[in-house]
């Protein structure tokens, strides 16, 4: 039998005793022995803080995203080993792929979240506020990674993807972790912790790992710490009302199991394309995982007149799973992931029988397996009168567990939906437009996700129980009113936001971007003969000045062919703002470009975009006009390959302006430059 450990402090430990001794979901031997007993949490989480936090903090964005996705890489390298353990899970193939490869697939996509941030430790959110008359007092906002660690409690059901998908983030964001797996499947979760300890890719601190109960981990959180839980809504409300969680102030964020649900639209026929979809969705979401999923559907609305078809429908394709063991030809259902949630399971189900009828109650018939694992069949229920008979609403068997009840109109489908008091997601299958936007909108107070299922996105659809790294994963009321994952709104969760205020120049020294009213020393040379590492923000390019004519405003319309009336038709201004033709806006634009650009052959490699263009004074023929080209902000970029030349973004600030000094256009162009260093 496994001893499964803790790696905390540095080290692999063993827990005295034992607190759990976790049985195998197919075989039902004795698996692995894990505990927590006598761990010293208050030295944990100082470890983190202490050797961890530094370590990330001192990394920027960049760096922290290019660490994602080499550990990323790394563990796609390995996955198989973590398919075998797996298997003790309860879990088919399928089951693995989406806790193994999903989970390494958050790191991938968080990874890629370097390039919304910049080449700093820390973020600069939003834009700065003018706080005086001649704009030497300014302010803005920075978040900065706070100082302690992220305390990731996570839930049995899925022990790789579950961890991956926090850490990913707060890794990210510059926040080391203690991380504590359900004890009934840590054996799976310590075999992804040594792989990424072994790898050496993440610095020491950055990761531990509490592989038993964790009794007294959160003992010593203070508001520097970040707690998320994953698990039972009774067991996270408990947690999240400790005393000292919030005397502390200590962020806690809850995503808690829920009745999420399943609509199907009354737009659809039997005979549609979305009515197989519906079916095929709410029995794969009975069967993955054994029904082992906060997103699994739990109540599914049908039109009143489709509810006999629907239920035969669903009954024909539960049918046709076949239950057993994963690694058996056929089987595509396992087993629970322990043999207690078969009892729990149970008392729920027997709660549910009171007041509807259960229509779909198989015998275990097994493929390559015995009694003696955890396996459930999948149960069927029926509720014609959803809005007295009400259990549904409020009780959860956590397996493969389903209830159907009929709705006559949208607006009873969004209060059957509602009266779940909150749900991770809900998924609605609709060609119908006008009822697509009807139920969302109103739906959406009460959920986290809404699932839109119809035949234009089933191909690329990855189903109503699949949470997205780079969307919200988190609801209201029951289901926790947290948020994880979401893209860059994830990784700010870790981050504390901190307004700063003094002179344009301080603050473009905190900030690394160029803020107006701050000094803008000339280049010398030019900033287009300047490598990446040479430039600095703020250095600036006076150009030479251009007096605009009406030739000028002729031959770009002819250019281009923009032929709009204010530029080419004097005649026609009257009731315009507009005191005779005006050049084209882009023709500023471009002029300035040639009076910015150094054109001999230098670092610049190409012209990579343009951000907020805004044309803020008419330019009539006869003005002059001149440019100032500042460098804003620098980007790092890593080398895609050896032969890849060595480069960042160079974001310029442009502003152009007139002979009575008054801006008339400003904007962001963005160039590729390439670096003096080509290692």
Known sequence: MNTVKNYILGNWETGTGVEYTARHAITGEDYAQVSSEGLDYKAILEYGRSVGGPALRKMTFQERGRMLKALALHLTSIKRQFYDVSWATGATKIDSWIDIEGGIGNLFANASLRRQFPDLPYYVDGDLARLSKEGTFIGHHIMVPRHGVAVHINAFNFPIWGMLEKIAVNLMAGVPCVVKPSEYTSYLTEVMVKAIIDSGILPEGALQLVSGKGRGILDHVDFQDVVTFTGSASTGQVLRGLPHINERSVPFNLEADSLNASVLGLDVKPEDPEFALFVRELANEMTVKAGQKCTAIRRAMVPEHLLPIVQDAVIARLQKTAIGDPQAEGVRMGALATHDQIGRVEAEMNKLMVQQELVYNPSLELIGATNAGAFYTPKLFVNTDPFNKTAVHEVEPFGPVSTLMPYKSIDEAVQLTALGRGSLVTSFTSKNTSDIVAFTTEAAAYNGRIHIINEKMAKESTGHGSPMPLMKHGGPGRAGGGEE??????????????????????????????????????????????????????????????????????????????????????????????????????????????LFVEAKKGPVLLN???????????????ATIGVKLTVKEKIDQEKRSEDDVAKGIVKYYVEVYDDTDEVVAVTTILTMVKKLDQS
Do not use: W
């Open 608 to 622: 990579y975009g343009i951000d907020e263009c805004r044309f803020t004074k008419p330019v009539y023929p006869g």
């Open 485 to 594: 994952m979401g893209g860059k709104r994830g990784v700010l969760h870790y981050l504390h936001r901190t307004a700063i205020q003094g002179h344009p120049d301080d603050i473009t020294a905190i900030t690394q971007q160029y803020q107006p009213g701050a000094s803008r020393p000339e280049a010398m040379p030019h900033v287009f003969r300047q490598h990446f590492e040479e430039l600095e923000v703020g250095a600036t390019v006076y150009t030479a000045k251009h007096t605009v004519t009406e030739t000028d405003i002729t031959n770009f319309a002819n250019v281009s062919g923009d032929n709009f009336y204010a530029h080419m038709d004097a005649t026609s201004l009257e009731g315009t703002i507009f005191e005779g033709r005006v050049a084209h806006g882009y023709f500023i634009l471009s002029k300035a470009a040639g």
